[in-house]
């Protein structure tokens, strides 16, 4: 073991072969409770609220397994600011729209099948949302928080719907990784994920801050 602690990210569940990673290297490993956050007051974003200890009571009631950060809600003036930075940062957005175009597993903690298989209820195909989203324009096109919860008080179609679609994702993988630094920087812990395309966009983000956090990529065959 090389520290005391470490915090999963970007999610509040990891895999089990990840846990075993990790508890093999820090004497505990933190995790958050899930993430909904409220737009605004009419828009807001769900979660499952299991907890890891739910699966491992031995490893909470020993202490291996801490949990209960709560990141849940409207997001605070200071964690607005954090990822308005995050939407305004070129090399962050073009990393973001590559995972979101290349990247399944990301694709999937972002929307749900129907969004990105194209497929009706009824099973006749559509185009998928996915595949809108993945046009080029999105990746320059202009976002901020306050833009975004704009966009969400409003009846959309077309163009406009997708544009708060793409906006949303970018404001929920924002904001799980600000909060991430928040979370590590208040606990002094180390960061792991076992997802290659957020553990590049926050080594992004913790040289841009210039921050001193250790960010470690879990790997055993999953992208």
Known sequence: MTRSGVLFYP???????????????YQQVHFRDYMAIQVSPFCGTTAFPERMGDSFPGLLASKRLVQG?????????????????DLTDSTW???FHRALVE?????R????????????????????????????????????VAGIRELSRQRLSGREADLFDYGLALLKTSASLVYTIQLATVGQLAVATDSRAHFTLLTR??????VTIENRLVEHGTS
């Open 93 to 95: 957005r073009a990393l």
């Open 11 to 25: 999610f509040h569940l990891c895999h089990e072969r990840t846990l075993q990673r990790l508890l093999e290297r």
């Open 109 to 144: 903690g972002l929307f749900d099948g129907t969004d990105i298989t194209g497929n009706n209820k009824d099973g006749t195909p559509e185009q998928a949302l996915m595949v809108r989203l993945k046009d080029v324009s999105f990746e320059t096109t202009p976002f901020t």
């Open 69 to 85: 950060y709560n990141i849940s809600g409207p997001l605070n003036p200071d964690t607005c600011i954090a990822v308005d930075r």
């Open 205 to 210: 983000l913790i040289e841009r801050m210039g």
């Open 103 to 107: 990247n399944r597993r990301f694709q």
